[in-house]
């Protein structure tokens, strides 16, 4: 073995959007806004959902640990994203992006579990209506928001150590604005077969399974929709779960755009296709966050009485 390839890698450098100064400048005011908006947005659904009692029922509860889980993965990875834009040297220590890559997969894991618990429910309160309080008890629903985020952490948990273990030797440019799992695994100067293969089974596990239980779910419900005789029925069933559905094909919608291209065009303006493919993968971090509380407002009832019930009551008590 060469010397070189025994070099012990202490840091990392993110390429980000090195070669396009101006365009750092744009976007680093354009996701500040956003990570505000991320942070209002989801901090308020989460303070309506405590505050408001007629919202403490299984749906919210998992809502509210949704835009938790949003908060928490933005933050681990926009506020170095930022950083990185203004400063002049983009590196991170080793065990700092080890910290960020365990971070990042585990939000992300955790979301896809979450989403599939949140079909469930609907599931559950259109198909069985009678038997939901039942099926879906306070330490039924607690305990599934609970798998969600353990299930996330564990799979990260050992997704993250076997490529720490990985040996690195020179090249330590991660393309990427961050330390995305899969960036800092091509840099390894070892086989990473193995770890592929374990990804691809956790992707299965924690992505497809979820997105297949999500699509079993509303066929069932759009099928006892479908069977409600009147059109006011119908559409009143359909509001329930619709802000839920549209959230699950944009978070969904972005996983597979982005991984399912056609791999025959990453070759034509190399350059180029990747700035795109770092911009488009961190509006996909950014935007399903931001849109998340938007939809659950905008296209939700129960939250807009609640919103006008606590102002209407603060309103009264000056």
């Given amino acids: 073995m060469e010397k070189i390839n025994e070099t012990t890698v202490t840091e990392f450098f993110l390429k980000g959007l090195s070669g396009y100064p101006r365009l750092e400048i744009i ?11 991320i942070l ?12 408001d009692p007629h919202l403490h029922t299984p749906m919210y509860f998992f ?13 681990t990875s926009i506020p170095p994203t930022l950083v990185s834009f203004l400063s002049q040297k983009k590196s991170i220590s080793f065990s700092g992006c080890i910290v960020q890559m365990f971070l990042g997969l585990a939000m992300g894991t955790t979301e896809c579990v979450l989403l599939a618990t949140m079909a469930f429910d609907r599931y559950v309160a259109i198909c069985k209506p009678l038997r939901y309080p039942i099926i879906m008890s306070k330490n039924v629903y607690v305990q599934m928001a609970a798998g969600s985020w353990i299930s996330g952490g564990v799979n990260s948990l050992v997704q993250t150590i076997l490529v720490a273990q990985l040996p690195f030797c020179r090249n330590n440019v991660i393309n990427h604005f961050s330390c995305e799992i899969l960036a800092v695994m091509k840099l390894a100067c070892a086989d990473i077969s193995g770890n592929e293969f374990i990804m691809m089974v956790a992707t299965t596990v924690f992505t497809l399974t979820p997105l297949l239980l999500i699509v079993v779910s509303y066929t069932l419900i759009i099928s006892s929709i479908l069977k409600i005789h009147s059109a006011e029925g119908r559409s009143k069933a359909f509001s329930t779960c619709s802000a839920h559905l549209t959230v699950v094909i944009i978070f969904y919608g972005t ?3 982005m991984y399912m291209k056609p791999k025959s ?7 180029k296709l990747q700035a795109t493919d770092k911009l488009i993968s961190m509006f996909y971090g950014v935007m399903t966050p931001m849109m998340n509380p938007l939809i659950y407002s905008l296209r939700n009832k129960d939250v807009k009485e609640a919103v006008k019930h606590l102002l209407g009551r603060k309103a009264f008590s000056k």
């Fill in 63 to 75: 809502l509210s640990n949704l835009s938790f889980l949003d908060i928490c993965y933005t933050s």
């Fill in 27 to 37: 976007f680093f005011v354009l996701i500040l806004v956003m990570y505000v908006v």
């Fill in 40 to 51: 209002l947005g989801n901090g308020i659904l989460i303070v309506i959902s405590i505050l």
């Fill in 265 to 271: 065009k990453e070759s034509l303006n190399s350059d």
């Fill in 255 to 257: 996983i597979l755009f």
